[in-house]
């Protein structure tokens, strides 16, 4: 009995990851579509709902554990991403295929702001919790961000108008998604040629099912988030014996950054990776600024919970020393370096290692 009722949890586990992910794939290509009929700017649309879309996983189990009162499930799935994200899907791709000649216009800002953030969050969960008032401060640090990344498209806008035939700026978190989809179709926007030569007023149509689509993905992602909680917990509790957070911050996750992995990959098989490092760096900001202090804020007076400190420290450090060293690289050198990535998906595996290590040997 007790085997049957591991296999269904693990079972609504795996479930849930495919919800998440298919259910924000059609989550973001309807609400762009929508986007378009209202004939907002394709700049503008990257820089909201595209930016916001790629960590749709990860913002949905975030903010359904906090909600179901597992602080510790919302804050390891949000540390674990950023750490996954930079360390192993942008590591991987430097170690299959180092970037040379990268535009680094606009990089440093990014940067820099990644920093700060990873210094805040480091600061902020000293104390074991992060308090309301952080959490607002760290709302606050997401709308800089959306408002520099408007800011940023309407620049581009312009300079398009003026030089037709200039790059877009590469360092911008939806940079992929707005080059022509003859070069570019990621993960979560496959628009096609055959969409594009629809009649004007026979797209028009799609808008209602695109809407129902758009419904059908928030409540797909919605479905899978509270899966992934209950199970996890139970699964950690009743049959592994070890802390969620511990199972959050390392296979959750690793699950929930599934999607920037295979789009990285489409990358890197295209010799575009360099593209998307500033998609990553944009994700990764919304994961430390909206889910954390989003999470917070649903948790209320009494603050996100953050008991395993150890776990989040070595996240956040390994998040702010790889942005460094990127940083440098970049800003230098305009590449990368294959002994780069090899040194952070190495630092991500030991990582991994390093929890499991913490949970026999709880000494940390």
Excluded at 80 to 92: D, F, T
Excluded at 201 to 214: I, V
Excluded at 329 to 351: C, D, H, I
């Amino acid at each position: 009995m007790a085997g049957s009722n591991l296999f269904l949890i693990i079972f609504f586990v795996l479930l849930a990851f495919v919800l998440i992910i298919f259910g924000g794939d059609f989550f973001i290509n309807s609400a762009v579509w929508i986007a378009k009929k209202t004939k907002i700017p394709a700049l503008i649309i990257g820089a909201t709902v595209v930016s916001i879309g790629t960590t749709l996983p990860e913002i949905f189990v975030s903010l359904t554990a906090a909600a179901k009162g597992y602080s510790d499930v919302a804050a390891g799935n949000a540390s674990g991403s950023m750490l996954s994200n930079l360390a192993l899907v942008l590591g991987l791709s430097i170690l299959l295929k180092p970037a040379k000649g990268i535009e680094k216009r606009g990089y440093l800002q990014k940067f820099v702001l990644l920093l700060a953030l990873c210094a805040a969050l480091i600061g902020f969960v000293a104390d074991g919790r992060i308090a309301l008032w952080e959490s607002v401060l760290l709302l606050v640090f997401f709308a800089l961000f959306i408002g520099l990344e408007i800011f940023g498209a309407v620049k581009e806008m312009r300079r398009n108008r003026e030089t037709p035939n200039a790059p877009l700026d590469a360092s911008l978190a939806f940079f992929p998604f707005s080059i022509p989809f003859a070069q570019w179709q990621p993960v979560f926007f496959k628009e096609t040629p055959m969409a594009n030569s629809i009649p004007k007023t026979m797209q028009a149509a799609f808008l209602p099912g695109d809407s129902l689509l758009f419904l059908a993905g928030a409540a797909a992602i919605g479905v899978g988030a509270n899966l992934m909680v209950d199970n996890v917990v139970v699964l950690c509790g009743s049959y592994l014996h070890i802390p969620p957070a511990v199972v959050s911050c390392t296979v959750v996750a690793f699950g929930t950054s599934l999607p920037e992995l295979i789009t990285m990959i489409k990358a890197t098989r295209k010799n575009e990776a360099a593209l998307s490092y500033g998609n990553i760096i944009g994700a990764n900001f919304i994961n430390g600024s909206l889910i954390f202090g989003m999470s917070g804020v649903i948790t209320g007076a009494g603050g996100l919970i953050a008991d395993d400190r150890f776990a989040l420290f070595f996240a956040f450090g390994l998040v702010a020393l790889f942005t460094l060293g990127l940083t440098l690289s970049v800003m230098l050198k305009a590449k990368t370096y294959r002994a780069m990535g090899a040194v952070m998906v190495a630092s991500y595996l030991a990582y991994c290692v390093l929890m499991a290590v913490k949970v026999s040997f709880p000494v940390f």
